[in-house]
């Protein structure tokens, strides 16, 4: 039941820490967002990326995979990089933000194949919701969109990963190229945690607090 219920709580908690704090946890923002991406990160390389090459030929495998950054290159051109911590989105009017509604459901609905009963990609995709979840909020809550808009919008957004998991898990069609699609979600799991980790913000200086909350995210994932 976690595997379903994890990924809601995530969107939850990020509704509810832009609520609270407003501005005010910027800083605290960046050092998660670090965290989440290191800790996605090495979830991937520990847990999913084995399994993958495991059941799958080589080549094939990086195939798929380079198929997934593909994918994720090409929701980022309508999300504006929602998916690792940034909206660069101008909402003029109370005009419905339909490309990264539509964008952000289709990345978290693949996100939620990898996720078995007995698997930890669930905390992984927990971790990286929230900050994804905080940066939506936030946009959606300072555009001109109605209160309905917002809710709906987060909440088919919760929705998606938790379907996709229940599609892996119970259509027998889907569970036969399993392999394959969680191949294509090493890639776009892939192309956000080292977006997230790379991309610099602050002019490519030495930053220790990140570095750290980095480190905390890699131990975290190796001691599941």
Not at 92 to 97: I, K, R, V, Y
Not at 108 to 122: A, K, R
Not at 154 to 161: E, G, N, P, V
């Amino acid at each position: 039941m976690l595997q379903y219920l994890l990924p809601i709580f995530a969107v939850i908690i990020g509704a509810f820490l832009v609520i609270l704090t407003r501005k005010k946890a910027y800083f605290n923002f960046k050092l998660l967002l670090a965290f989440s991406g290191a800790f996605l990160l090495a979830l991937t390389l520990f847990e999913l990326l084995p399994e993958v090459y495991h059941h799958l030929e080589a080549k094939q495998t990086g195939l798929f995979i380079m198929f997934g950054i593909l994918i994720q290159i090409i929701l980022e051109f309508f999300s504006k990089g929602a998916e690792h911590g940034h909206v660069h989105v101008h909402n003029h009017g109370n005009e419905f933000p339909w490309a990264l509604f539509v964008s952000l459901c289709i990345h978290s609905f693949l996100e939620g194949f990898p996720i078995h009963e007995h698997n930890d990609i669930v905390y992984g995709v927990l971790i990286h919701k929230i900050p994804i979840a905080t940066v939506i909020t936030g946009f959606l809550l300072q555009s001109k969109c109605s209160k309905l808009q917002v809710v709906t919008f987060l909440t088919l957004f919760a929705a998606m990963t938790p379907l996709g998991t229940y599609i892996s898990n119970h259509i027998s069609i889907v569970s036969e190229y399993i392999s394959a699609i969680n191949a294509i979600v090493i890639g776009i799991f892939l192309h956000i945690s080292t977006t997230i980790l790379f991309e610099s913000g602050e002019g490519h200086k030495f930053n220790l607090t990140k570095l750290i909350a980095i480190v905390l995210g890699i131990a975290a994932a190796y001691m599941i």
